[in-house]
């Protein structure tokens, strides 16, 4: 299984970036699909996950308004729009995939997931 991000780099406050993460050796639309981001000092987090038909999304309050995760299951690849960007957005992000098409709506930012991809590294200048 690899999940391999990309789209990250250097932006100024209240730019934009979008982040990509194309998905291999799994069943794409069997998997929920979510990005979780670690700041240094800090434990990594779950700030965003979509269902498997992209029907659903779950946003932390943190980014909710600013970011969008969306999913094109024919390229087996999803995405993080990032908008109005802030400097505590600075931070290695990584994408991730949890089994199963199931949704409660409810998730915390531990939310345990079974593959995991390497970080893109996303600075915020101010």
């Known amino acids: 299984v690899q999940l391999q991000a990309s789209g990250g780099g250097l932006v100024q406050v209240g730019g934009s970036l979008r982040l990509s993460c194309a998905a291999s050796g799994i069943t794409f639309d069997k998997y929920k699909m979510g990005w979780f981001r670690q700041a240094p000092g800090w434990e990594r987090e779950l700030i965003a996950i979509?269902?498997?038909?992209?029907?659903?999304?779950y946003y932390t309050d943190s980014v909710k308004g600013r970011f969008t995760i969306s999913r094109d299951n024919a390229e087996n690849t999803v995405y993080l729009q990032m908008d109005s960007l802030k400097p505590e957005d600075t931070a290695v992000y990584y994408c991730?995939?949890?089994?199963?098409?199931?949704?409660?709506?409810?998730?915390?930012?531990?939310?345990?997931?079974?593959?995991w991809g390497k970080g893109t590294q996303v600075t915020v200048s101010s």
């Open positions: 979509i269902s498997w038909s992209g029907d659903s999304t």
């Open positions: 991730a995939a949890k089994f199963g098409r199931s949704w409660s709506g409810q998730f915390d930012r531990t939310y345990n997931m079974d593959y």
